[in-house]
């Protein structure tokens, strides 16, 4: 989401991620090695040897954050979290309120990372970075293979033994994830960077209809998969929590707002109301990235105040899984 990217290690400004028809086409992630628990990969799951780095504001790197809080891995990978706010050079590293600088590497911004990792790295520089002190590179920038390792691979490490990707259930939150991804997750960026109408309408059809598909699911179960939450509601849950908050307003995906679909919006509170989450996640660092980062949706830059959101409010979700408490509440309760 940086504007600007690397080019043979040297940080330019010129960007795009259009074709020429206006559609936005996300750029590939380019780091995608493996911590396993038993090392096989070269990369072992150890204690204070790796650190996460991370925005708020970005709904693929807030995915990491929840995985990271939920498993309890706090003592066991740090983290550093960007100024909401991308810079003329990037995601930048401060003090202000939300953020945690780089107290591994010492950056003043992301792409010093990166070519630390590789000092010829051509592409795109975006959070979350999956960092290894012993090595000194970054393992993985795919937000998608960083939950999953986050779940997995440091079980024995972790304070919580909540399991998001269960075996018996792992077919279907692939493909549960692959199902959003295209029409939501990307689709609301589809939406905003969109440079043509035809670009535009197309994008912002398929992604109501996606919605409208999961309120209909979500009416008769609690999860997407189930009764269990899953990697595939976090997948989802950091767009819905964005999208009355920017995706509406800025990005133009105003038919409806989540709050205006009973199920999605009850299923939105259940999911924020879990135990951990409201900790890693910034209604301001969100509103401070999209409003006031990105100039050319926002010339003005101006950061709306509203609008006026209450997660807190009660939900209806236990209407569909009375006989079942999900994952994080029986974890809690038995800790």
């Known amino acids: 989401m ?9 940080w330019t400004k ?4 259009r074709n020429e028809s206006g559609q936005f086409q996300r750029m590939p992630t380019l780091f995608h090695s493996q911590i396993t628990a038993d090392g096989s990969s070269g990369f072992k799951a150890e204690p204070g040897r790796y650190h996460l780095y991370i925005s708020l504001g970005c ?19 740090g983290m550093s979290i ?4 991308i810079s003329d050079q990037g995601w930048k590293f401060s003090d202000n309120p939300g953020c945690i600088e780089d107290t591994v590497n010492g950056a003043d911004y992301l792409w010093q990372i990166y070519v630390k990792a590789d000092s010829t790295y051509t592409g795109r520089v975006t959070v979350p970075v999956l960092w290894d002190k012993q090595t000194q590179t ?3 920038n795919e937000s998608r293979q960083i939950i999953r390792m986050l779940n997995s691979e440091f079980n024995v490490f972790a304070k919580s033994d909540v399991d998001f990707y269960p075996i018996d259930l792992r077919e279907t939150i692939d493909k549960t994830i692959d199902d959003i991804y295209q029409p939501i997750n990307n689709g609301v ?6 440079a043509s109408q035809s670009a535009y309408e197309e994008a912002v059809t398929e992604l109501f209809a996606a919605l409208e598909r999961w309120e209909t699911v979500l009416s008769e179960q609690r999860y997407l998969c189930g009764d269990q939450i899953t990697l595939a509601d976090w997948c989802l849950f950091t767009t819905l929590f964005r999208f009355d908050l920017a995706y509406y307003g800025l990005f133009k995906c105003n038919l409806k707002r989540i709050v205006d679909y009973p199920n999605l919006w009850n299923y939105l509170l259940d999911l924020y109301q879990q135990p ?3 900790e890693v996640c910034s209604a301001d660092h969100v509103k401070q990235l999209y409003y006031g980062g990105l100039p050319e949706l ?8 509203g609008p006026a959101i209450d997660f807190e409010q009660s939900h209806d979700r236990n209407r569909l899984s009375s006989a079942q408490r999900s994952s994080v509440d029986r974890v809690h309760a038995t800790a």
């Open 298 to 305: 926002n010339p003005s830059r101006i950061v709306p105040i």
């Open 276 to 278: 951990g989450v409201r």
């Open 2 to 10: 940086a504007l600007g990217q690397l080019v043979n290690g040297q």
């Open 82 to 85: 960007v100024d909401p706010v």
């Open 14 to 17: 010129e960007w795009t991620e």
């Open 189 to 194: 960026y589809r939406s905003g960077f969109a």
């Open 59 to 77: 709904p693929w790197a807030n995915r990491t954050a929840l995985i990271w809080k939920l498993k309890g891995l706090e003592d066991v990978i």
């Open 138 to 140: 970054i393992v993985n």
